[in-house]
């Protein structure tokens, strides 16, 4: 069964770091996998869709990569703000199964 | 606006009772899904569909169900037989494409009074 999980649980950096997130999965037989971000009490923002074949994506201050073979994604986050506080999530697509599988998150708290 | 709306936001439930919560789609995607958020955890999955009039269990779908009559709708029912229904429940809608990802609605919170 997969499993996915998400190191460090939560994490307190000072505004204007760079910081990355790591979510790590024991089946590497998956579609793709998404990075997501929750507000507390909101639903989820999809931030970044990194495809099986691909080893990373970029969207502004984010980059997500993944290496499929060792069952590894991360998330950097450059130039931290305030407003990135939030948790963030990741999930994956794996084959066989339609549904995402999910890990606990990261909740990120960003001091200014 | 393209999107997933979930109604009521909040939602309150009495021991015995049943509650249906909504979700609707503008996406035109042919999968919806529901998920279960509790404090601290991940999602878990509670039910999802494909297509209209057809839909599957989840891991955590005892206590729970659904129907999908049109494609753009997709409500869960909280019956009585979920014993710990307080949680955030969160719908989403992907196309039926294995590389496409999810969108997700802004969750419902239910509570049990």
């Known amino acids: 069964k997969q499993e996915v999980t998400q190191i460090p649980a939560a994490l307190s950096v000072p505004e204007g770091e760079n910081l990355v997130l790591n979510c790590s999965f024991t089946?590497?037989?998956?579609?793709?996998l998404q990075w997501f971000r929750q507000d507390p009490g909101k639903g989820l923002t999809s931030l970044l869709l990194?495809?099986?074949?691909?080893r990373e994506q970029t969207s502004g201050r984010l980059n997500a990569s993944l290496d499929k073979s060792s069952g590894r994604s991360t998330l950097y986050i450059a130039a931290s703000q305030p407003g990135d506080s939030a948790t963030y999530l990741c999930?994956?697509?794996?084959?066989?199964?339609?549904?995402?599988?999910f890990g606990s998150g990261t909740r990120l708290q960003v001091q200014p | 606006d393209g999107g997933i709306t979930q109604s009521p936001k909040y939602l309150f439930r009495k021991e015995g009772q049943n509650v249906t919560l909504s979700c609707e789609q503008n996406l035109n995607h042919d999968a919806m899904y529901w998920y279960r958020q509790d404090p601290g955890q991940g999602l878990r999955l509670i039910y999802y569909s494909q297509i209209v009039n057809d839909f599957q269990k989840g891991d955590i779908a005892e206590g729970y169900s659904v129907s999908r009559e049109k494609k753009e709708s997709f409500p869960l029912t909280v019956t009585s037989a979920q014993k710990n229904p307080t949680a955030f429940y969160l719908c989403?809608?992907?196309?039926?494409?294995?590389?496409?990802?999810?969108?997700f609605g802004s969750g419902t919170r239910l509570t049990v009074v």
């Open positions: 089946d590497s037989a998956i579609y793709n």
């Open positions: 989403a809608a992907s196309p039926d494409r294995v590389d496409y990802g999810y969108t």
């Open positions: 990194i495809q099986s074949s691909q």
């Open positions: 999930a994956v697509r794996e084959t066989g199964r339609r549904a995402l599988t």
